[in-house]
């Protein structure tokens, strides 16, 4: 049987700008073995060759089709749900991209959906008017609900702040596309081709990518590089099915063995 990964980044892959110890020998191993993977983000702003020069600075080599993100996911959608439609968008380069990418025209009244994603440059101003477009019938759609990381600093607060300013101010309820929703996970898993029981996912979050795949009964892989410690194990109902340090300690034979 044939098996893929599905691998998120920050805290896997990299650090912030630093890439983690060994990830650039496990991509490797990957493409030498030629095993499909997708590095698969909730980050809305990049789009994929903006991930793959990034990654490309840490002597990591991947080409576009390597990289899914929830603006993908997000257009992806909405082009489902309705083919042509038009968006107001909170956000940046990769998911106006995306979204002109799948037909979506954007407008600044009288929209299908307001989109929310990370970005620093829109304004209260255009908070205030996405908050009239919903109560006027609008669709309110977040690429992801990732928390703020509540560190001095930080220089984006996470969607899920943005998005709770909005769901205040309307009381609309946004819907979630990216990680750990079903949407972008079993389509991340379809632009791989391969079925659920083929796909591990590598995460370094237990809310986001192991609860997604726990809930898809994909396999999966926490690495303890980023988010999620292993002291937090047991306060989770869930579980994934193997624990390592990080990916330059994932013993890839065993990994593709597990059922």
């Known amino acids: 049987m044939k098996k893929g990964f599905l691998i998120d980044m920050d805290g896997v892959i990299y650090s912030g700008e630093t890439m983690i110890e060994g990830a650039d020998v496990f991509i490797a191993t990957l493409q030498q073995q030629k095993i499909p993977f997708l590095f698969m983000t909730n980050n809305s702003q990049r789009t994929p060759l903006d991930t793959v020069n990034k990654v490309a600075k840490m002597g990591i080599h991947i080409k576009e089709e390597n990289v899914y993100t929830s603006a993908m996911a997000t257009a992806w959608f909405l082009s489902f749900m309705n083919p042509k439609g038009t968006a107001f968008v909170l956000g940046e380069g990769g998911l106006i991209t995306s979204l002109h990418q799948q037909g979506y025209t954007l407008v600044n009244q009288n929209p299908d959906y307001v989109v929310v994603g990370e970005g620093r440059n829109f304004t209260l101003e255009m908070v205030n008017n996405a908050v009239d477009m919903i109560l006027s019938g609008s669709k309110l759609i977040a690429t992801n609900l990732d928390p703020s990381p509540k560190k001095k600093g930080w220089a984006n607060l996470g969607?899920?702040?943005?998005?709770?300013?909005?769901?205040?101010?309307?009381?609309?309820?946004?819907?979630?596309?990216?990680?750990?929703?079903?949407?972008?996970?079993?389509?991340?898993?379809?632009?791989?081709?391969?079925?659920?029981?083929?796909?591990?996912?590598?995460?370094?979050t237990m809310d986001t990518d192991i609860l997604g795949g726990v809930q898809l009964g994909y396999t999966t892989i926490l690495t303890l590089s980023g988010v999620s410690k292993k002291s937090v194990l047991d306060d989770y109902p869930f579980k994934p099915d193997m624990v390592v340090d990080s990916v330059a300690q994932l013993d890839l034979k065993a990994a593709l063995e597990m059922q």
């Open 159 to 204: 969607i899920k702040a943005v998005v709770a300013m909005i769901e205040e101010a309307t009381g609309k309820k946004a819907f979630s596309v990216g990680k750990p929703s079903p949407v972008m996970m079993r389509a991340a898993r379809k632009t791989l081709g391969l079925e659920t029981r083929e796909t591990i996912i590598i995460g370094d």
